[in-house]
């Protein structure tokens, strides 16, 4: 039986081969990339403009399939979720099942470290996720390498840790001590005592603006610049003790969890925060938000999980569960809830489109250990967990970016890399005035209206708020005679009338004042023309 040549053409439409269907992707990947519609070259007329811009639609082109084939032939499609079949359920599979089917490397990343004496332990990840931080609450202090399973550092400071965090890279940490915070290098030197924030209770590093936000144990929130040590800020919350802080990572918005319920939000240039909600009905126990930053966890002691969108400040789910201590999202969008020995994973089952998070994986500890904090390891499917008696890790199928970028956070950086790259984020470093909750204003056009005067009200609180801060500045003890407790009374007093003249006079003041100067100019003029001054 003969095939003719139209009989072959038709079943290579019907049938492509492998090669056609690649390129039919490449194609289709290489649109993605086009900087849109190139110009209409034949229309031009001046001849050396017509080969600038044919060269270089020719260069844009070039760029595009190189990028295709990049995302092609390099980059993963998609993060891999756990997938069962029929009636069984994702929350069902153990630990121990996917260690059996993953490969070694993955199953390295499956441990627990057993330190009973130091617990319950803080942990803190890079922003490559290469290099992990812990720190016991009875002054254990670790610094691992986790690519390589290898201890780099460990330090005993023989005092309370209340909080661990990374600086903008692994060469320098900060821990929250029994009376102060410090700074850390690599190899365990002190470096910097930070004495003006007091007993700290949590720890944050706001990497684009170079900021170190802590909340200390009567409820002040401060921000200091660890590039030239000073401190921008130091905040007067008014809502008692707080252990629960968490920075947003869209807007560097820090958010701060109180005894009443409510969340407030700051930035280091107000001293009144930025939001407040009332999320829960009792003491909020921890927050988390989304890498996006348009959604927020919280969870509270009447064992309830609550979604809010950021953008409406709205909540959008609530989950009944159980008292989670700890909360944390994944770089995909999972939600970790820990507390007591159990740890539970919750995602998003609509794909982002309605936010309805249920349950995705469970895991139990050893009965006794008791949970201090859950983190997901940037770039792995991995989630760290701090507890009573060490630390441990397990897997969690689809919770890591599978791509990195190597400008923003490399794991296999080299130490001339890694020089380059805090010498640009130096460079780029973001003043705290950029804090703000819709970034996306910074460089717009501000709207042509007058601008509004603040209320009494608010003037009154902003000056109360002054007033209070000065009267609470501690003053240095000088030397004899200079130090007497009349001296500190009239330099205190003088602190407070500093603070009162930074305001604004109230306007009806101001309204006195003018019409005085009416009067007094009416009161001028001559006989003859006082009968054409303005009446009041």
């Avoid at 060269?55 to 092609?72: D, H, P, Q, T, V």
């Avoid at 980059?75 to 099942?97: F, I, S």
């Avoid at 057993?114 to 609450?137: E, I």
């Avoid at 469970?362 to 009965?367: R, T």
């Amino acid at each position: 039986m003969e095939i003719s040549s139209e009989d072959n053409n038709l079943m290579e439409k019907v049938l492509p081969t492998v090669e056609q269907e690649s390129d039919v992707e490449l194609e289709t990947k290489v649109k993605k990339y086009l900087r849109g519609e190139g110009a209409n070259l034949e229309t031009l007329k001046d001849k050396k403009l017509k080969t600038q811009l044919a060269s270089r639609e020719k260069l844009y082109g070039k760029s595009a399939k190189a990028a295709a084939k990049i995302e092609k032939w390099l980059l993963p499609a998609e993060a891999g979720y756990l997938e069962t079949e029929g009636l069984e359920k994702t929350w069902r599979v153990k630990q121990t099942d996917i260690a059996n089917e993953v490969d070694i490397l993955s199953s390295r990343n499956q441990y627990d470290i057993v330190l009973p004496d130091f617990g319950p332990y803080k942990l803190d990840f890079t922003a490559s996720g290469r290099h992990m931080l812990a720190g016991g609450r009875k002054g254990h202090l670790a610094l691992l390498d986790m690519m390589n399973m290898s201890l780099i550092k460990e330090i005993q400071v023989r005092e309370t840790v209340r909080d661990v965090a990374f600086l903008h890279n692994d060469q320098f940490f900060a821990a929250a001590q029994k009376k102060y915070a410090y700074i850390y290098g690599r190899d365990g030197t002190e470096l910097h005592c930070l004495k003006e924030r007091g007993p700290v209770a949590r720890l944050r590093f706001l990497k684009n603006h170079f900021l170190l936000a802590s909340v200390n144990m009567s409820g002040q929130l401060h921000y200091q610049d660890v590039t030239h040590g000073g401190m921008v800020a130091s905040i007067r919350t008014g809502k008692g003790r707080t252990d629960v802080m968490e920075v947003n990572p869209y807007n560097s918005v820090v958010g701060l969890g109180h005894s009443g319920g409510t969340v407030t939000m700051w930035k280091p240039t107000s001293q009144a925060p930025l939001v407040q909600m009332q999320c829960h009905p009792g003491p909020v126990s921890s927050v988390a938000f989304h890498p996006n930053g348009h959604l927020m966890a919280t969870s509270g002691k009447e064992r309830k999980i609550k979604i809010w969108d950021l953008r409406k400040f709205e909540e959008v789910q609530t989950i009944h569960s159980f008292h989670a201590k700890t909360l944390s999202f994944s770089q995909k969008g999972l939600l970790a809830a820990g507390t007591g020995s159990f740890v539970q994973i919750l995602g998003d089952s609509s794909g982002g489109s309605s936010h309805n998070y249920t349950r995705y994986m469970n895991h139990s500890m050893v009965k006794g250990y008791q949970i201090e904090k859950v983190m997901f390891r940037p770039y792995e499917d991995v989630i760290g967990i701090g507890h009573s008696m060490g630390w441990s890790s397990i897997l969690i199928p689809g919770s890591g970016e599978p791509n990195f970028d190597s400008w923003v956070a490399n794991p296999f950086e080299t130490s001339k890399q890694r020089r380059e790259k805090e010498v640009h984020s130096l460079l780029d470093k973001l003043p705290p005035e950029t804090i703000m909750l819709d970034p996306s204003k910074i460089g717009a056009m501000r709207p042509s209206r007058r601008k509004e005067k603040p209320s009494r009200g608010e003037i009154e609180a902003e000056k109360e708020v002054a007033i209070e801060a000065a009267k609470s500045t501690e003053l240095k003890n000088k030397t004899k005679g200079r130090n007497k407790p009349s001296k500190r009374t009239k330099k205190k007093k003088e602190m407070v009338e500093n603070a009162k003249r930074t305001f604004p006079e109230q306007e009806h003041n101001t309204a006195i004042k003018k019409r005085r100067i009416v009067e007094d100019a009416a009161a001028e003029l001559p006989t003859s023309l006082k009968r054409f001054a303005r009446k009041n």
